[in-house]
């Protein structure tokens, strides 16, 4: 590619692990989006000889651009700017506009709090001390950003809080120095195929034998599972190999067409949402407790499709709550194909819905068996017009990970049921 970048993340909180790491993803796709290729995520504590060290590695990477997030507040830890300054050789100076700009922002939470004055003054004037000829971003909190050209990269100072860094960002790559270096970046775009059911290691076999046809070295593919079961394929091309992506697409699609559920790059929750419109359903859950209703009323307007969902965990509540008939649990246990269809018809009749789910199984670390192991999980997908999708996987992973992937599958079979035709799993 013809622009590279690293990315420097600071914080003793986050290489420690206490806070997860979302601005080092967060910058590199956006970066990629540009055309621009990311060499290097480095996180490194509040310590400066080694953000000194990090910045100096990425000099030696010969990157066109560095960004780094996180360092630059009031306290005596926050040393970005300062060592971004040191590694550019240049001073650092009081930026009295932006002194005064970062004390209208305070004054408010001054007032209300009852902040020291003198201690007020002095974390509003560090954080206003800038390396000499840098560009000041303004701030989205409290601490201003910086773009500094260091004699060979640019580097590019963003806030630590996502919130704040996300806000600054077109400013940060719209600032004169870093768009003349990502001005020289080709132009890119990404697409992604997703398939559900299919291994691994089949796709990997696929991908050689169409490589035996098509070059596909022009194009930058990266596949990734997800959940368990969800394969992503993302593409990243030029505009000029676009050609070539779509012969690429149209192969998979040729052997596996059964497994795509999408080439939109959009997740199985939007397509569910989109097909439930105009129609309506209801969950019965167990050992999920209640995730597969969570993930379907995260998209905005769910209220028009979502009718409810009963969280029926105990054998009583089922019975209940649900309708399921008691001599059925005793009859094939409450982890079983059979109780997993009458919670499924019991939530559709007693919610009033057109579509009913039924989910139970073990997920675990107790109460497996030889037959009923942990990991097993019966799920049934029911509707009005007397259509039944059934399954009883058996998930491999953790507690969490068997009732993550519970969910998955639940929503693969909403999908099926609702477009017709039977899944692949």
């Known amino acids: 590619m013809s622009v590279r970048a690293g990315i420097v993340v600071t914080g003793t909180e986050v290489l420690t692990g206490r806070v997860t790491d979302r601005n080092g993803p967060w910058v590199s796709e956006r970066l990629g989006q540009l055309g621009c290729e990311v060499a290097h995520i480095v996180c490194v504590g509040d310590r400066p000889d080694d953000l000194a060290d990090a910045l100096g590695f990425m000099r030696s990477s010969a990157v066109d651009l560095i960004f780094t997030t996180g360092g630059l507040g009031p306290t005596a830890d926050d040393l970005t700017a300062e060592i ?27 007032r209300r709090m009852k902040f020291d004055p003198e201690a007020l003054r002095d974390g509003t004037r560090k954080q206003a001390m800038v390396p000499e000829g840098a560009i000041a971003l303004d701030p989205a909190g409290t601490a201003p950003g910086l773009v500094v050209e260091a004699g060979g990269p640019v580097v590019v100072v963003l806030p630590g ?21 990502l001005g020289r970046a080709d ?4 697409e992604t195929m997703k398939m559900f059911g299919i291994p691994e290691s089949t796709l990997a076999k696929t991908l050689r034998e169409i490589e035996r046809d098509i070059d596909l070295g022009p194009l930058e593919i990266t596949t990734c599972l997800r959940r368990g079961a969800e394969l992503e394929i993302d593409v990243r091309n030029r505009v000029s190999d676009r050609t070539l992506r779509d012969s690429l ?86 982890v079983s194909p059979e109780v997993a269809a009458a919670m499924a018809r019991g939530a559709m009749e007693r919610l009033g819905a057109e579509v009913g789910v039924g989910i139970t199984g073990i997920a675990g670390p107790g109460g497996g068996t030889e037959e009923k192991p942990v990991g097993y ?17 058996k998930l491999p992973g953790t507690r ?26």
């Open 84 to 110: 971004v300054g040191r590694f550019a050789g240049r001073e650092m100076i009081l930026d009295e506009a932006m002194e005064r700009r970062i004390a209208e922002i305070v004054a408010g939470f001054a």
């Open 377 to 393: 999980v019966c799920i049934c997908v029911v509707d009005a017009a007397g259509n039944v999708l059934a399954r009883d996987p």
């Open 249 to 334: 697409f149209a192969a998979l699609r040729e052997r596996h067409e059964r497994f795509v559920y999408t080439e939109r790059g959009e997740s199985i929750d939007e397509i569910v949402a989109r097909l439930l419109a105009g129609s309506s359903i209801g969950l019965g859950e167990s050992c999920t407790g209640g995730l597969l209703a969570a993930r379907l009323t995260d998209p905005p307007g769910a209220s028009d499709y979502f009718r409810g969902g009963i969280v029926a965990y105990s054998n009583a509540a089922k019975e209940e709550l649900l309708g399921v008939p008691a001599e059925l649990i005793a009859a094939h246990g409450a």
């Open 400 to 425: 969490d990970d068997v009732r993550d992937r519970s969910a998955s599958v639940a929503m693969h079979m909403i999908r099926r049921l609702l477009i017709g035709g039977d899944l692949p799993l």
């Open 161 to 181: 809080p996502p919130r704040e860094l996300q806000a600054m960002w077109a400013q940060a790559v719209g600032a004169p120095p870093v768009a003349a270096v």
């Open 187 to 190: 132009d890119y775009e990404v």
